[in-house]
C-alpha cells in the first residue's frame, strides 16, 4: 500500500522561488463587523428568513473586491449566510461564512464560492491561478476519534480547491483533484485560536472519499499554522508543464513564501484545469474565512 500510494502521490516542496508578494505575514487587529451583525443560537433553525435567495448572484453591496470574472459568479449554497464584506484595518476583504447543514441548494455541504476560468485540454504551459491574502477566524468543527490526517475526519473548512475533468470515466462529472483543508488544532477562551493548513489529494482519477489522503504540510516542512486573524499569502496554481520531456498536471500551493506542489496522477487523461475559492466544507458549527487583493491568473494557449 505504502509504494502503492508513493507512485499515485508524487510532491516536492520549494521555498527558493520569486515570490508574487510580500513575504511578510501581517497580524490584523480584527475590527469590528462593519454590517449589522445579527447573532443567533446554535439551536435555531438551519435556515434564517431571507436567506433563500438565488444560488448565484452578484454582490449589491458597492465595489465586489473578490470578483474575478463577468456575470453572477458567487455560488452561495447555505441558507445561513450571504457573501458580504469587511474594512479591517483599511482593507476591505470578502467574508465567507457557513453554518453547517446550512445547504438548501442539494443538501450536500454548505459552500459560498467562485470559480476561476477553465483551461481547456491539457497543452503544456497552459495553467490557471488564484492568489490572495486568507485570514482565518474559525473553520468548521467536529469531534471524533479520527486524526486530523485521516480522511473521515470531520474537521475543516477548504478555502481554495483544484478541480478538472478527465477521461477516466470514474468518479464525479466534475471532480476535485487537490483542496487546501484548513483545521482548528488549538482553542481558547474565544474559541478557535489556530489552525493548520492540510491538502487532500487524490490518489487515482476519480477519487472521492476514501479515494483521497490527507497530507500534513506542516510535516512536509511548509509553514502551513494561521492565528485566528491572522493574515496570509496563499496561492494555488494548476496546470499542465513539461518534466524531463513527459506531461505535468500539477497543482502549486503556495502559503507565505512556500511551495508545496502535488503531481496529479495520470496526466494524460486530463481534460480540464480550474480553480474554485472561498469556503466550502463545514460538518459542525460555524466557519468564516476572508479573503482580499485576490488576483486571477489564466494562460489558455
Known sequence: MTSLLALAVM???SNNENLEEPTELVDLNVSPVTE?????????SKCRDGFFGDQFYLFSGGTDVNKIKRGKEIDDR???????????SGITTGVYQLKANSNHIDGKQPRIERASQTVDGNKKGTYVQISGYLTVNRVGHVSDNF??????????TYPIQA???DTSGRGS???????????PIKWDSNGQSEFSAYLEVIKERGGSGDGRIVIDLQAKG??????????????????????????????DVKIGNQTYTFEVPS??????????????????????????TVTHKIKKS
Do not use: M
Open 11 to 13: 510532491t516536492s516542496c
Open 36 to 44: 449589522k451583525k445579527i447573532d443567533f443560537p446554535e439551536t435555531s
Open 78 to 88: 447555505t441558507c445561513y449566510y450571504d457573501y458580504t464584506q469587511r474594512n479591517i
Open 147 to 156: 486524526g486530523r490526517t485521516h480522511i473521515k475526519d470531520g474537521s475543516g
Open 163 to 165: 478541480k478538472g475533468k
Open 173 to 183: 462529472k466534475d471532480p476535485a483533484i487537490a483542496l487546501l483543508l484548513i483545521k
Open 222 to 251: 511548509i509553514n502551513a499554522k494561521f492565528k485566528r486573524g491572522q493574515r496570509r499569502f496563499v496561492s494555488v496554481k494548476t496546470g499542465f508543464r513539461d518534466k524531463s520531456g513527459n506531461l505535468e498536471h500539477y497543482v
Open 267 to 292: 496526466p494524460e487523461l486530463a481534460t480540464q484545469a480550474k480553480l474554485r475559492f472561498g469556503a466550502y466544507r463545514c460538518k459542525g458549527g460555524e466557519a468564516e474565512l476572508l479573503w482580499d
